[in-house]
């Protein structure tokens, strides 16, 4: 069992950063992929990031340049850089934990609020 609890969210300016950390209660090490996901209202929740056990990274199209993710596995940290913020990242963001094998093993944290705002 991995309980994931996410913090940093808040209220922003456009073109404004704001970073999020993901911290696991268990070890994430190399077991579990890793990804940042967040749902706006009326929408579907959407894949943002995400780091493989091995490192490999990958992004959203719409945050490509913008957003960073990274992982310590030794702190059991997933953190979200996120750079040039516009109004459409406003949203609920959610941390995931995903077993490498058991791809049916997947936890969620609670979400943290982005608002990107004027």
């Known amino acids: 069992q991995v309980q994931l609890v996410e913090s940093g969210g808040g209220l922003v300016q456009p073109g404004g950063s704001l970073r999020l950390s993901c911290a696991a209660s268990g070890s994430i090490g190399s077991i579990y992929d890793m990804g940042w996901y967040r749902q706006a209202p009326g929408k579907q929740r959407e894949l943002v990031a995400a780091?493989?056990?091995?490192?490999?990274?990958n992004y959203a199209d719409s945050v490509k340049g913008r957003f960073t993710i990274s992982r310590d596995n030794a702190k059991n940290t997933v953190d979200l850089q996120m750079n040039s913020l516009k109004p459409e990242d406003t949203a609920v963001y959610y941390c995931?934990?995903?077993?490498?094998?058991?791809?049916?093993?997947?936890?969620w944290g609670q979400g943290t609020q982005v608002t990107v705002s004027s």
């Open positions: 780091v493989t056990s091995g490192g490999s990274a």
């Open positions: 995931n934990a995903r077993h490498v094998i058991l791809r049916t093993r997947s936890y």
